[in-house]
């Protein structure tokens, strides 16, 4: 919703917002933006504002919807207004199960940098220009929130089993991308190593990307370093060019791989997408880093097993020599108690395991069915169960990377340990 508000804005709307009063890191955008941002209320709601509402808000749970639907006043939500916005441009949408954010962020950075885009990342980040004939976005699948979006072309990461309180089973998620396949016009782009991507069929023409021959699009002579990964870039036999991508971990070097795709795929010069493609500098909470003494921090929105395994994957390659310290948060019940054995399983990439108390949705009631020492109690490695208000377990470790990983409030954990550090240091960087 910020990168909604932030594109409006840019493009030369008048734009207001309401939210809860906690901070939450995408307000910054907003405020720099001088978008107003007002506390839930029904003076909010007036005849002259066109309405969006954000897909979590319902009449139970916000004033303000209550309000517009007592009173007749007309809204969108998010996803319904976006599908219809879309159609002004040449749309291309990434979806997937994981991935979504920083390959979005990556694609936009590469085509703004090529040609006048306009985009929204799921990070909070938008850009607008009322010129543009180019419009990257992230589509979700929650709740099959990507049904109303009719793009030219999409990426499409991997198909993964998630959202647990949504979805019935693997079989029911492969349904929903089954469906937006059916909706894309132009070229769908998906990962030829994900068995449910295989089964998919479509009108579009569907490319495959990987690092096999039997691919379209593959990567070659993959050189992964402490700065980046390297790697030589085909459509079939057809050599397009080097790329770096100064990300980590394998399922970056993926993401990097389907832009240069879609890139080509538009005729777009592949030089000049190598020059800004080295140039990408990530996206918020995923794999942002900071530094405090001789300790390395690394602040991530991994909250699924297959995210947890590729940020530590991440993690190994930039850090080699450095103890590998995970901190994670589960997010909801549903998802803990349906992948708590792939949970445990992907923790176990780490050195040593901190965990932090469930952060439940408000789309949830906790019945007790589980709890965070269940998870602490099938994880092999070390693993102890922390607090905000007591995070000095984490002092144990003396050439360490921490990796705070989680979708809840995981970042006051975060803060908590960087302030005792902060105290126990005079290199703060």
Do not use: C, W
Not at 209 to 227: L, M, P, Q, S, W
């Amino acid at each position: 919703m910020s990168a909604l508000a932030l594109m409006l804005h840019q493009m030369g709307h008048t734009v207001q917002g309401s939210d809860s009063t906690d901070y939450y890191f995408t307000q910054r955008g907003l405020e720099l933006a001088g978008i107003p941002i007002l506390p839930f209320d029904i003076k909010n709601i007036t005849p002259d504002v066109e309405i969006i509402a954000g897909n979590a808000f319902r009449d139970d749970n916000n004033v303000e919807v209550a309000y517009a639907d007592k009173n007749g006043y007309a809204y969108s939500r998010y996803h319904d207004f976006l599908g219809k916005f879309m159609t002004k441009f040449t749309s291309i949408g990434v979806a997937g199960a994981h991935g979504k954010t920083s390959t979005t962020g990556l694609l936009a950075h590469v085509m703004s940098h090529v040609t006048d885009t306009s985009y929204l990342i799921g990070d909070g980040t938008g850009r607008g220009s009322a010129d543009s004939a180019m419009f990257v976005f992230e589509s979700d699948e929650y709740e099959r929130h990507f049904l109303p979006y009719h793009p030219e072309y999409s990426i499409i990461t991997n198909v993964d089993f998630d959202h647990p309180d949504y979805f019935t089973g693997i079989d029911d998620v492969f349904d929903a991308f089954q469906s937006y396949a059916n909706q894309i016009t132009k070229g769908i782009f998906i990962y030829g190593d994900d068995q449910y991507l295989q089964k998919l069929t479509a009108k579009a023409p569907i490319y495959r990307y990987g690092f096999k021959d039997a691919d379209d699009y593959i990567a070659k002579g993959v050189t992964r370093t402490t700065a980046g990964s390297k790697f030589t870039a085909y459509f079939h036999d057809q050599k397009i060019g080097e790329f770096t991508v100064p990300t980590y971990g394998k399922h970056n070097v993926l993401n990097a791989l389907a832009v240069v795709a879609v890139m080509h795929q538009n005729g777009f010069d592949d030089q000049a997408v190598a020059k800004h493609m080295a140039t990408f500098g990530g996206v918020k909470r995923r794999f942002t880093e900071k530094i405090i003494g001789d300790q390395v921090i690394i602040d991530d929105f991994a909250h699924h097993p297959t995210e947890i395994e590729a940020t530590v994957d991440a993690a190994r390659q930039k850090y080699p020599n450095k103890e590998i310290v995970a901190v994670f948060q589960p997010h909801t019940f549903t998802r803990t108690i349906a992948l708590i054995d792939d949970f445990a399983t992907s923790l176990n990439q780490a050195d040593a395991v901190y965990l932090a108390q469930i952060y439940g949705s408000a789309r949830e009631v906790d019945h007790g069915d589980v709890k965070v020492e269940d998870l602490a109690a099938k994880i092999e490695k070390p693993a102890k169960v922390i607090t905000v208000d007591n995070v000095s377990p984490l002092l144990d470790h003396d050439n360490a990377v921490y990796v705070f990983m989680g979708a809840g409030d995981i970042q006051k954990y975060e803060y908590a340990f960087e302030t005792l550090l902060s105290q126990l240091t005079n290199n703060v960087q």
